[in-house]
């Protein structure tokens, strides 16, 4: 189980909504709305991430994407 970094709920990773990869590292959400606000502030969740740096910005993934797969 991860912890969705907005809500602090608990979320599995092959049931998380959405998914965001900042530095290497998965961050799991338990919601769509959950991911948009990380989108919005990631470093108000993520000390330290680089959302605006040129060529660091975060990879998304909805449920659809992995569904796909």
């Given at each position: 189980m991860e912890k969705d970094p907005v809500c602090g709920m608990l979320v599995r990773p092959e049931e998380a909504a959405e998914q965001?990869?900042?530095q290497g590292r998965i961050y799991y959400?338990?919601?769509a709305a959950c991911a948009a606000k990380f989108d919005q502030a990631p470093r108000q969740y993520v000390p330290g991430s680089v959302d605006d740096v040129?060529?660091?910005a975060a990879q998304t993934q909805?449920?659809?994407d992995k569904e796909a797969s």
């Amino acid at each position: 189980m991860e912890k969705d970094p907005v809500c602090g709920m608990l979320v599995r990773p092959e049931e998380a909504a959405e998914q965001r990869a900042i530095q290497g590292r998965i961050y799991y959400f338990c919601s769509a709305a959950c991911a948009a606000k990380f989108d919005q502030a990631p470093r108000q969740y993520v000390p330290g991430s680089v959302d605006d740096v040129p060529g660091q910005a975060a990879q998304t993934q909805g449920k659809s994407d992995k569904e796909a797969s």
